[in-house]
């Protein structure tokens, strides 16, 4: 960590216009989460002492997906998106008292990596300015350095052809002290063609205060910032492929690396087993040496050591396995703890369920938790047996040890040991089969 405290300003109010959505930009999903969520991930590995979100294109609903992801982050509000300098001028009132470090990132730039953050709050400099020898500089602003550290910013239309020839770009991203964010924010003009306030202003207008100026630089591929549906599917291959390699780094088994699909926080320990076209959603972790088999899809939830999950089963939010659990193949939980040693086959759906130890869930059991207005939890108790085909209507309890027939429709509690039977007496009549069938086939003539 720095000396200094550090407080985050991301930019994320823009409209985004070039993705043809009504979506605001920072909403649209990378790794599972909004792009927004990745900047603020990265901020997170700082501790900052306040984070500030600047919202204006769909300012309600960039400010309910930040609730989600950083709770304390505050909202600030730009009605007018008068240029990034206006930006983060709307940001300073809610950073009133603090004295620190602040970043400014941007929420469609969903790549820059805390080891980065660190050391652009770490930088001994008056303004800090982060950087990236580009491929092809293209129409970036160059960033023109010398002995004393950056000596400005020239955008591209402004430069010479020597100007133009430099490799260093800017990204955009900038760290400063709070003091000096007061100081020279409402000096910067906007005198140029877009009528608007940029914040590449400010170096120039530290350094000529005699303040130092310095860049930081960091690989391209961090600064990718996504404008359109195409940037947006080349960044989420891009995260895919990190993550991968990041996960056969950590001694995770993918048996098809290329159709295994991640989250930003997906957790996979070292022995873990991943077959091929799993995808994980957002909030899920499993432990070392569980195996996940084909095509199975993961969201919210939480897998121990040893349990076995598929192939073409699906896990929701709150589903909590416990070690050795099994879950086969087109079974589907949500919001239900499974302990030790269970065994869920087939064909079954568990929601607002508990699960004792090593009971036995017959193939097409189903917890009927929802009565049209509200949930309802099923309690089963250790080493019970569920038949096939059982209805279990919630709230309901089923003891230790208890039995439930084939077919049971089970609307009361089943004690300890018991046996419950819930089905309409079988009737056989003789014949009635072949007369019928005759009758149906000369009416269908």
């Not at 159709?259 to 087993?273: M, N, Q, S």
């Not at 040893?306 to 070690?323: H, Q, W």
């Amino acid at each position: 960590m720095t000396e200094k405290p550090v407080a985050l300003i991301v930019l994320a109010a823009g409209q985004g216009s070039r993705m043809q959505s009504d979506l605001p930009k920072v909403l649209h999903r990378l790794g599972g989460v909004p792009l927004v969520g990745h900047a603020l991930a990265a901020g997170r590995m700082l501790d900052p002492a306040q984070v500030v979100v600047v919202a204006g294109h769909g300012a309600d609903a960039v400010k309910k997906a930040v609730g989600k992801l950083e709770p304390e982050a505050r909202i600030a509000l730009q009605q007018e998106q008068l240029g990034t300098a206006h930006a983060v001028t709307q940001a300073l009132p809610l950073l009133q008292g603090f004295e620190g470090r602040v970043i400014v990132l941007y929420g469609d730039t969903p790549f820059i990596g805390p080891e980065t953050l660190a050391m652009l709050a770490a930088h001994p400099s008056d303004v800090v300015v982060l950087g990236f020898e580009a491929d092809d500089p293209g129409r970036y602003g160059r960033l023109v350095t010398g002995p004393d550290g950056l000596e400005r910013i020239v955008e591209y239309k402004d430069a010479d052809a020597a100007t133009r020839a430099i490799r260093l770009v800017n990204s955009g991203v900038l760290a400063a002290d709070a003091a000096t964010l007061r100081e020279f924010l409402p000096k910067i003009g906007n005198d140029n063609a877009a009528g608007e306030y940029y914040l590449t202003d400010l170096p120039g207008l530290a350094r000529a205060a005699g303040l130092r100026v310095d860049v930081v630089t960091c690989d391209e591929a961090e600064t990718l910032g996504i404008n359109t549906r195409t940037e947006l599917a080349r960044a989420e291959a891009a995260f895919q492929t990190r993550a991968r390699a990041q996960a056969l780094e950590d001694g995770v088994t993918l048996s098809d690396p290329a159709t295994v699909w991640f989250a930003l926080d997906t957790v996979i320990g070292r022995d873990a087993i991943i077959g091929q076209n799993v995808v994980f959603g957002p909030g899920v972790t499993v432990e070392s040496g569980a195996e996940i088999l084909p095509f199975c899809h993961l969201e919210g939830c939480h897998v121990s050591a040893g349990a076995t999950v598929g192939p073409f089963a699906r896990l929701r939010p709150g589903a909590e396995l416990a070690g050795d659990v099994h879950v086969g193949n087109f079974v589907e939980i949500k919001n239900s703890v499974l302990d030790e040693g269970v065994k869920v086959g087939h064909l079954t759906y568990l929601g607002d369920a508990h699960i004792g130890e090593a009971t036995n869930i017959g193939a097409g059991t189903v917890t009927c938790n929802y009565d049209g207005v509200a949930k309802h939890r099923t309690e089963i108790g250790a080493h019970a047996f569920i038949g096939s085909d059982t209805m279990l209507v919630a709230p309901v309890r089923v003891g230790a040890r208890a039995m439930t027939g084939s077919g049971s429709v089970i609307t009361q509690d089943v004690p300890d040991e018991a046996l419950a039977l819930a089905r309409a007496k079988q009737v056989n009549k003789p014949g009635l089969a072949a007369r019928l069938m005759q009758a149906l086939r000369q009416k269908k003539g």
